[in-house]
């Protein structure tokens, strides 16, 4: 392990969650469930929303690949399913579809009449999505059993969390800001990046079954 491998898959964890996770795009969504609660309760979900999807996140972090073992399932089998689950979700942002990874309609609903909306949707599936599970489990893989870098992986992570909850906590101000057509371009942005992430992890896990097959 050296300072450059560290700081690449610390640059790699940071825009591979900035994308899954989009803080920007959260802010228009959390309006729509919290928007006519009083301003101290919304901060409450905010803050209860992304401490429960960073216990969720870090479980499987931490153990996410035992997990996968216990099933059979491959690291590169997994790498090629996150792959194309991602690619899904970024043609989903590209072309500003409502997404099925994060909530149905009928999800939706159940959401605008609950009292407390912090862990459903807000932490599941909104913050702590298929997505952001699924790289969770693929960046702590890379970091091959180096304590090092997987807390550098947790740590960046916890970052975008927080980049999370700030967005949550402004997402009034930041709609009026930037206005549902600037939501809409950051989104289609990070749609593109995803996209090409995506493409990435199955290139990695064919290469991987190939190389095991050889």
Do not use: W
């Not at 905010?46 to 931490?62: C, D, R």
């Not at 690291?75 to 909530?103: H, N, Q, T």
């Amino acid at each position: 392990m050296n300072v450059v491998e560290l700081s690449s898959l610390a640059l790699q964890t940071f825009l591979t969650m900035i994308v899954v996770m989009d803080p920007i795009g959260l802010a228009p969504i959390f309006i729509g469930l919290a928007g006519n609660r009083p301003t101290f309760e919304r901060r409450t979900m905010a803050l209860k929303g992304s401490l429960v999807a960073g216990a969720i996140i870090l479980a499987f972090g931490l153990f996410g690949r035992a997990l996968l073992g216990r099933l059979g399932i491959s690291l590169d089998s997994f790498r090629v399913a996150g792959g194309i689950l991602l690619f899904l979700i970024a043609l989903d942002m590209v072309f500003a579809r409502s997404s099925g990874s994060r909530e149905t309609p009928d999800e939706e609903r159940e959401a605008q009449e609950r009292q407390d909306i912090s862990v459903f949707p807000l932490a599941i599936p909104l913050i702590a999505g298929p997505g952001t599970l699924a790289s969770i489990m693929i960046l702590a893989s890379d970091a091959h059993g180096s304590a090092v870098l997987l807390t550098a992986v947790l740590l960046v992570t916890a970052g975008v969390l927080l980049l999370c909850y700030v967005a949550l906590r402004l997402s009034g101000q930041i709609a009026r800001l930037i206005g549902l057509t600037g939501v809409h371009v950051v989104t289609r942005v990070l749609g593109v990046l995803l996209g090409a992430l995506a493409v990435q992890y199955v290139a990695d896990g064919v290469r991987g079954f190939i190389i095991q097959g050889g």
